[in-house]
C-alpha cells in the first residue's frame, strides 16, 4: 500500500511488459465478443516523467527515454505502446522525449472498445484518487478500494466470460512469489480459460526458480514464460523481469518473442537478451 509507482514509470520493466499486455489485448480484440479487464495493482492512471520522484531514480531514460529514438523501426506492438505514450503527450514537440508515461489502466483503455469492461483495484489513496480522476466520466472503468487479489477472486468470472487479469504487485513483501501464486490458483479456479499475466522483477534466481516448480507442480496447463534483461546480472542492479501468462492467445508466443527480441537490443544497457518458452505442468515441486 505503501508503494508509488512514479519512482519506475517509464523503465524497462514497464515498456515490457506494457508491449506484452498491448499483445495479450489485441489478440483478444480479433474477436467482436467483450472482454473484461481485471488490473490488481492499477496505480494511477497517467505518470509525470518530471516529478521529483521519476528525477530521483531516472529510470525512465533507460526504458521510454532509450527507446523513443528507435520507435519508428519497432515491431507493430512497441509501436502502439509508443502511440499511446504519444497519447497522453498531446503538445510533444518533435524529437522531444515524452514528459508523460501512461500506466497498465491506461493501456488497457486505450484498446478497449465500447462494449469492453475494465476492473481496476487500487488501496493507495494518492493513487486511486488520480486513477478515480482520469477514469471518472467513462462508464468501461470501475475503481475498486479493495485488495486487488480479493478482488479478482471475487468477480471472475465476469459475464463476458473472456477477458484477462494483469497482476503486477511492488514485490515489497518478501512471500510476494507465495501470495501471487496463491492469488492466481484462487482465480483459475473459477475462471480457468480467462488469461492471466503475472509480471515479476528477477533479481533473486532461487526465488524465480521455485515460483517456476511450483507453477509447474500446479496442475494449470497452458503457461508460457516470458523472460527479458537489459544487463547481465550485478549485485544490487534490476536489471531483469518476467511475465508469466497463463491462457497466452493463438499465435502471442510468436509475437512476444519478436517483440522482446528487438526490445532486447534497444534497451541493453551492456548485454540484453530475452527468452520465451512454455512452463511445463505436473511436475512435482
Given at each position: 500500500?505503501?508503494?508509488?509507482?512514479?519512482?519506475?514509470?517509464?523503465n524497462f520493466a514497464d515498456v515490457m511488459k506494457h508491449t506484452l499486455l498491448i499483445i495479450l489485448l489485441e489478440a483478444l480484440n480479433r474477436k467482436?465478443?467483450?472482454?473484461?479487464?481485471?488490473d490488481t495493482h492499477a496505480g494511477a492512471g497517467r505518470y509525470d516523467l518530471k516529478?521529483?520522484?521519476?528525477?530521483?531514480?531516472?529510470?525512465?531514460?533507460?526504458?521510454?527515454?532509450?527507446?523513443?529514438?528507435?520507435?519508428?523501426n519497432a515491431p507493430v506492438p512497441v509501436q502502439q505502446l509508443c502511440a499511446i505514450v504519444a497519447g497522453v503527450n498531446p503538445a510533444l514537440a518533435t524529437g522531444a522525449v515524452p514528459r508523460f508515461y501512461p500506466g497498465s489502466p491506461s493501456i488497457a483503455a486505450a484498446l478497449a472498445r465500447t462494449q469492453d469492461r475494465l476492473v481496476l483495484a487500487e488501496l493507495h489513496p494518492q493513487e486511486q484518487r488520480l486513477l478515480r480522476n482520469q477514469f471518472h466520466a467513462d462508464p468501461r472503468v470501475a475503481v475498486h478500494d479493495r485488495d486487488g487479489y480479493e478482488m479478482l477472486t471475487a468477480l471472475v468470472p465476469p459475464s463476458e466470460r473472456r477477458g484477462l487479469a494483469?497482476?503486477?504487485?511492488?514485490?515489497?513483501?518478501?512471500?510476494?512469489?507465495?501470495?501471487l501464486l496463491e492469488?492466481?490458483?484462487?482465480?483459475?479456479?473459477?475462471?480457468?480459460?480467462?488469461?492471466?499475466?503475472?509480471?515479476?522483477?528477477?533479481?533473486?534466481?532461487s526465488a524465480v526458480s521455485r515460483f517456476y516448480r511450483q507453477l509447474a507442480a500446479s496442475g494449470m496447463p497452458h503457461m508460457l514464460v516470458a523472460e527479458f534483461r537489459v544487463a547481465q546480472a550485478a549485485a544490487g542492479l534490476f536489471s531483469a523481469c518476467g511475465m508469466l501468462v497463463v491462457n497466452p492467445?493463438?499465435?502471442?508466443?510468436?509475437t512476444i518473442g519478436e517483440a522482446l527480441h528487438f526490445l532486447s537490443d534497444a534497451?541493453?544497457?551492456?548485454?540484453?537478451?530475452s527468452r520465451v518458452r512454455w512452463l511445463p505442468s505436473g511436475t512435482e515441486d
Open positions: 500500500m505503501n508503494y508509488r509507482h512514479e519512482f519506475h514509470a517509464g467482436p465478443a467483450a472482454w473484461r479487464y481485471f516529478s521529483q520522484a521519476a528525477i530521483t531514480t531516472t529510470e525512465a531514460a533507460n526504458g521510454i527515454g532509450r527507446l523513443w529514438p528507435q520507435r519508428n494483469l497482476m503486477d504487485p511492488p514485490f515489497e513483501q518478501p512471500d510476494e512469489f507465495n501470495a492469488a492466481l490458483r484462487n482465480a483459475h479456479a473459477r475462471w480457468s480459460n480467462g488469461v492471466y499475466a503475472l509480471w515479476y522483477p528477477m533479481k533473486d534466481d492467445p493463438w499465435q502471442s508466443e510468436k534497451l541493453a544497457q551492456d548485454r540484453g537478451d
